[in-house]
């Protein structure tokens, strides 16, 4: 029986491994469990840019076995909720901040801010930034980088130009930190 | 165990492994899932040096070189693959299959109750207690948990009421959402 070999332990011979698992942009499940998850729309939306035909499947599975109403009759027997929580939303809007802060008399540094807010990895930031002015870069705090430099000027250009997602209007000037 | 759980809160450290240990934990896993025979070279190679990510309620998990975690364990128990791992070679562990009306409650990190293993949507793979198992769903073809049992698939069977496996880890908790360690 085909059932039954569904879950035989064991590589398939038919198979190649690793298989590759398509995830969904939204909820980051197989998409077959998009279905399940609280924002099923927006699990759509991206099926629909991104996988025109995974998107037509759930269309033609949307009928009258629709797995919902299968599963309105099945939850009546089950206690507890069953609530699924969706992923944490990203805190507030996407933005980097630059600012200058002053170091010793004559010295200034330059803090960066919320690069992680467009899923950039500090790490490879701070170096990149220590590369590009020559100078002291460091990942400082959770979503902070300090250059070791009064280069706050320079990042409007040097950011876009790096990471385009970001536009030179993304970056808020914060001026001068007081001491 | 990883319903609560947050990258930025839980982890307490990220340890180089010695390649002694590093051995040890290889054959232990191997040991332990002997399917995974010669893709355990490509999942975790002779060669990479992995690490250790410690976190709080004694949880460690393995990372590879590339910062993919690819097992976890609670205290010294047996090391449980990542499902992102399990995605990749689906063989290695006895497949247990839940119900459809079952899904919702395993996302949402509950324990799987035997009924949800016993209806008719539902199938094992004849299992002792303690064993870890990927949690299958009717009309699906990927897990969508990792789990410890906590009867033997016969007993399941025959009690049929109250927790068959407890649910170790399951599709978008804390590890799931993990992002790759540097
Ligand atoms: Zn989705």
């Keep these: 029986m085909a059932q039954e070999n569904k879950l035989k332990t064991g590589p398939r011979e038919s198979v190649n491994y690793p298989v590759q698992v398509v995830y969904c942009g939204n909820c980051t499940m197989p998409i077959e469990y998009c279905e399940y998850y609280p924002e099923y729309e927006k699990c759509k939306q991206w099926l629909e840019k991104n996988l025109p035909r995974e998107f037509e499947k759930v269309k033609i599975g949307d009928g009258s076995d629709s797995p919902a109403g299968d599963e309105e009759k099945k939850r009546q027997k089950r206690g507890g909720k069953g609530i699924i929580k969706t992923k944490k939303k990203e805190e507030g809007p996407k933005q980097v901040c630059v600012s200058r802060a002053p170091r010793g008399k004559k010295k200034s540094v330059t803090v960066v801010t919320g690069l992680s807010t467009f899923e950039i990895d500090l790490k490879v930031a701070a170096k990149f930034f220590g590369q590009r002015f020559a100078c002291g870069s460091s990942v400082t705090g959770e979503d902070e980088i300090v250059i070791q430099g009064d280069v706050k000027d320079d990042l409007f250009d040097v950011i876009p130009e790096k990471w385009p997602e970001i536009d030179e209007d993304l970056i808020e000037d914060l001026g001068d930190q007081k001491r | ?182």
């Design chain 2, 1 to 182: 165990m990883f319903k609560k759980f947050d990258e930025k809160e839980s982890i307490s450290g990220v340890l180089q492994l010695k390649s002694s240990v590093q051995k040890s934990i290889r054959s232990k896993i191997l040991e332990s899932y002997p399917f995974l025979d010669t893709y355990l070279e490509v999942v975790l190679p002779k060669k990479d040096a992995f690490k250790i990510v410690k976190c709080h309620d004694h949880i460690e998990i393995i990372v590879n070189s590339a910062g993919e975690q690819q097992f976890f364990r609670h205290r010294e128990g047996q090391w449980m693959p990542t499902l992102r791992l399990l995605h990749k070679y689906p063989f290695f562990l006895p497949m247990q299959q839940v119900d459809k009306g079952a899904i919702r409650f395993v996302l949402s990190g509950a324990n799987i109750m035997c009924p949800g293993l016993t209806s008719p949507g539902a199938q094992m793979t004849e299992v002792p207690k303690d064993t870890i198992v990927a949690i299958m769903a009717e009309g699906k073809d990927h897990a969508l948990a990792i789990g410890k049992t906590t009867l033997s698939t016969e007993d399941i069977a025959k009690v049929n009421k109250g927790i068959g496996v407890e649910n170790c880890h399951y599709l978008n908790d804390g590890l799931w959402q993990m992002k790759p360690i540097k």
